[in-house]
């Protein structure tokens, strides 16, 4: 499982074109910046990256916002890599509550 620090420089990405398209330029981003996407306080974040702790709810929300698989930011895994297993899960749930 990916740490605090790789999962804040991995929401940096992710964020970096929304704040371009925003601002109008390319800028460096800022954990202020995964803060405020997370919708927490940067000291927060700070104190979770320092602690190594993971905020799982608010990374979940964000992700669940933007519709981003919660693995890639967790574990690095591609939606790709993990639709064969997903689909054979609905696949099998699909035909025992139908």
């Known amino acids: 499982m990916n740490t605090m620090h790789e999962i804040t420089e991995e929401i940096k990405n992710i964020i970096?074109?929304?704040?371009?398209?925003r601002e109008g330029k390319s800028?460096?981003?800022k954990d202020k910046d995964?803060?405020?996407?997370?919708e927490i306080d940067p000291q927060l974040l700070a104190t979770a990256k320092n602690?190594?702790?993971i905020l799982f709810e608010q990374i979940s929300n964000f992700c669940a916002k933007?519709?981003?698989s919660i693995n890639t930011l967790f574990y690095d895994?591609?939606?790709e890599s993990l639709?064969?297993?997903?689909?054979?899960?609905?696949?099998?749930?699909?035909c025992l509550t139908h």
Not at 34 to 38: D, H, K, T
Not at 83 to 94: C, G, Q
Request: net charge positive; charged share 35%.
């Open 83 to 94: 639709s064969e297993n997903t689909d054979r899960f609905f696949a099998i749930k699909y």
């Open 16 to 21: 970096s074109l929304d704040i371009e398209k």
């Open 51 to 53: 602690r190594g702790k």
């Open 34 to 38: 995964v803060a405020n996407a997370l």
């Open 27 to 29: 800028r460096k981003i």
């Open 66 to 68: 933007r519709r981003i």
């Open 77 to 79: 895994q591609t939606v």
